[in-house]
């Protein structure tokens, strides 16, 4: 399985943003699905994730103004990033689970002014 993440960018404070992550390969349908990032000098932290059923989590930090989606039919992951802050400042990894195995895509940045 491979994940191809885009979507980030430069927004100011208040703007949204919508991270993309396609996956390749058969079995993204079944797959837990989620979005990490890594700000500088942080340890790397989840964001939201989706399972196969379409239930989700998120960080306590991005509750009401970020929201995660999939399409298994265009093995598509979705991020939808409003009300935008400084502190949402980093690089975000799109993350997909089967059984043991985990995978990783490239990483995009998001950088918020202030």
């Known amino acids: 399985v491979q994940l191809q993440a885009s979507g980030g960018g430069l927004v100011q404070a208040g703007g949204s943003l919508r991270l993309s992550c396609v996956a390749s390969?058969?079995?993204?349908?079944?797959?837990?699905m989620g979005w990490y990032r890594q700000a500088p000098g942080k340890q790397r932290e989840l964001v939201a994730d989706?399972?196969?059923?379409?239930?989700?989590k998120y960080a306590d930090s991005v509750k009401g103004r970020f929201t995660i989606s999939r399409d298994n039919v265009q093995s598509t992951v979705y991020l939808q990033m409003n009300n935008l802050k400084p502190e949402d400042t980093a690089v975000y990894y799109c993350?997909?689970?089967?059984?043991?195995?985990?995978?990783w895509g490239q990483g995009t940045q998001v950088t918020v002014s202030s």
């Open positions: 989706i399972t196969s059923s379409g239930r989700t």
């Open positions: 390969g058969r079995f993204f349908s079944i797959m837990l």
């Open positions: 993350n997909g689970q089967r059984a043991s195995q985990q995978y």
